[in-house]
């Protein structure tokens, strides 16, 4: 069940990420209000997974599935770039991710 958390937890670092681009500087008061919201789901179940998880395998693993999450999440809502060398990048990072995983 940890694991799962742990990864809703990255999802909600995505989430907080991408809000952060919407704050405009933290001038929105909405965007910045969900943007926290998000920040604190992701620390506490982050918090959470921590209690089952080694500390350095669920910090790697959270801010990896961060990572990944915002550089998706860049190409579909904001057009950045698809280039090979950082869709390679992320790559090593899944696999990273994975061997993590693995090695639990």
Request: hydrophobic letters at 60%; zero cysteines; proline letters at 3%.
């Amino acid at each position: 069940m940890s694991w799962i958390i742990l990864f809703f937890a990255g999802l909600f670092e995505v989430g907080w990420a991408v809000g952060l681009k919407y704050t405009d500087g933290f001038s929105k008061p909405l965007p910045t209000a969900l943007t926290v919201l998000a920040m604190l789901i992701s620390l506490g179940l982050l918090g959470l997974a921590m209690k089952e998880l080694p500390l350095g395998t669920a910090y790697a693993i959270w801010t990896g599935v961060g990572a990944v999450g915002t550089v998706i999440a860049g190409v579909i809502l904001f057009g950045e770039s698809m280039a090979l060398v950082r869709l390679l990048s992320v790559t090593l990072i899944v696999g990273g991710l994975i061997g993590l995983k693995l090695s639990h």
